[in-house]
């Protein structure tokens, strides 16, 4: 790969991290440090449109785009290479979306004491910069560095500005994260030793890598393959390697929950569709069936369980176990649809568990509790909160029309060909997700006004211990237990947006994603069971 080309990637990844280093000694003046951080942030995303608009989608055009390369360790073979593709954009795209929204939401959150502003938002911004090297990097040593490095700052949102059992889930994450990562390093290293003896000189380079795949034996293959799985399965997260994210989810502050689930997690899924079927195709059409089981298991037993929770935050996570299992079922059916599927799945689980996840953390604030249960009725006092929850709730469960519906329906249609049995198992978790969004919805925002949560916070209108009129807690309770601020509404509208947008004319992503999503079908060495996309 030549030296040189655009540097438009380097600044998309640089800016965040100088806002990072910025911000961070702004420890006295909150106010200062949110608004620097925000306009680091708007101008990450200005500049993410301008690389969305430099990509070329037209027919010929290189699978990498906006490539960067420059010697980093010779010796080595190693290089700071970045350039992007169709999937790597859409969750460029992404991130850069969810960071300002969350910012706007930890706005005037409560810190846990001796915690700042600064503190918090700078470490949001570090964990942008790192996501855009992971889904940039074209080097593999270069991808791991980054996707070891990203766990740091989120380890520090969860473990200093988190729950009560913030300890415990920020370590937990970082062990279960770490373990994957030194697997998947041995998978780095041995790939390395293979690339030596199959080109003649061993390198990191993934196009290189790339074109030596079809020639590696099977069973070394495998091996490579298991070290690069286990660390993308634990990220996604498949069953049973997801028992770090409930905690995580539940002790994070909402603004890292948000980037947790809806982006962080999706370097697993990336992952896949990057690193383990290009560059071993027979190890994944071999291991297929087993990651299809994973799959559908983990549709079905994040449903279950998600039913079953008392806490919100918990409640939420474990749909996003269930929503990967989709992702990776698509993945794993090795068609165009299939692909197209699980990538704007991707996207979509981003924005629909992030605005749930948003609004679960503003019901959490108003009643301070995270139980269920500790809440009732409460459409009675603040209907634009309780609609914001329906529509996200509506998105998550794939509702025709909302965002989801598209990338769920492609995920099916194209897996039923090649996998009809896994497919039919899958669309059982259809009908559990209305289940548990919508019992969910029904207990805590239908009703008459009822749980500790919302009667301990419309007090100040009745009196301790008094009976609640609805009607009078309705005029009355603005303060107890109020409805959206105009803040609280600027940051749910663009997300509410996304959500009908994506749902009615999700071509121009689609468009984006297809011309990388066949050259990886390409490149698995896989006829298309459903004819292929049409651009």
């Known amino acids: 790969m030549s030296t040189g080309g655009s540097v438009l990637l380097l600044i998309l990844l640089v800016l965040p991290l100088v806002g990072a280093l910025v911000v961070a000694p702004l420890k006295n003046n909150a106010a200062t440090a949110k608004l620097v951080a925000l306009a680091f942030a708007l101008a990450s995303l200005v500049l993410t449109a301008v690389t969305w608009f430099s990509y070329s989608i037209a027919e010929g ?8 390369s420059v ?14 593709d169709g999937i790597a954009l859409v969750m460029l795209a992404l991130i850069a979306v969810l960071v300002p929204i969350v910012m706007g939401f930890s706005w005037e959150e409560k810190l846990p004491e001796g915690r700042t502003a600064a503190g918090f938002f700078s470490l949001l911004l570090a964990t942008q910069g790192l996501l855009v090297g992971v889904f940039a990097a074209t080097d593999v040593f270069l991808f791991y560095v980054f996707f070891e490095a990203m766990l740091v700052p989120m380890y520090f949102m969860i473990g200093r500005f988190g729950g009560p059992r913030r300890q415990y889930a920020a370590v937990k994450f970082f062990l279960y994260s770490l373990f994957g990562g030194l697997i998947m390093l041995a998978s780095v290293i041995g ?5 030596g003896a199959e080109l003649g000189q061993a390198t990191f380079t993934w196009v290189e890598l790339q074109r030596m795949a079809a020639s590696v034996d099977e069973t070394t293959q495998i091996w490579l393959f298991i070290g690069f799985f286990v660390a993308f399965a634990i990220k996604a997260p498949l069953v049973p390697f997801h028992t770090w994210l409930p905690d995580a989810g539940a002790e994070a502050p909402v603004g890292a929950g948000v980037l947790l689930v809806g982006v962080l997690d999706k370097v697993g899924t990336f992952g896949f569709l990057r690193y383990c079927l290009p560059l071993f195709p027979l190890a994944s059409q071999r291991l297929a069936p087993l990651v299809l089981t994973l799959a559908v298991i983990g549709i079905l037993y994040g449903a279950l369980l998600a039913v079953g929770q008392s806490d919100m935050k918990r409640f939420v996570s474990y749909t996003s176990i269930a929503h990967f299992g989709f992702i990776a079922l698509g993945i794993f059916a090795f068609s165009s649809q299939a692909f197209a599927g699980a990538t704007l799945y991707m996207v979509n689980h981003g924005i629909s568990t992030g605005m749930l996840f948003i609004v679960v953390g503003l019901v959490i604030a108003r009643g301070g509790s995270r139980l269920i249960a500790d809440y009732g009725g409460v459409h009675k006092v603040a209907p634009l909160l309780a609609g914001t929850f329906l529509v996200a709730g509506l998105s998550s469960l794939a509702l025709p029309g909302t965002n989801s519906f598209i990338s769920e329906f492609l995920v099916l249609v194209g897996s039923y060909p090649r996998q009809p049995v896994y497919t039919i198992l899958a669309t059982v978790g259809i009908i559990f997700a209305a289940l548990y969004v919508l019992w969910v919805y029904q207990r805590t925002m239908q009703g008459p006004l009822r749980g500790s949560a919302v009667l301990g916070a419309l007090e100040p209108a009745g009196g301790p211990g008094a009976m609640i009129d609805p009607d009078v807690a309705a005029k009355k309770a603005g303060t107890g237990f109020p409805d959206l601020s105009g803040r609280e509404i600027a940051v749910l509208t663009p997300l509410i947006v996304l959500v009908l947008v994506l749902g009615f004319f999700p071509g121009p992503v689609l468009d984006v994603i297809t011309p990388s999503v066949m050259a990886t079908l390409h490149e698995v060495g896989l006829p298309d069971p459903v004819g292929g996309l049409s651009q």
């Open 61 to 68: 055009a290189p699978r990498f785009q906006l490539e960067l």
């Open 191 to 195: 790939l390395y030793v293979v690339s």
């Open 71 to 84: 010697p980093w360790i010779p010796a080595f073979g190693t290089s700071f290479a970045l350039g992007v």
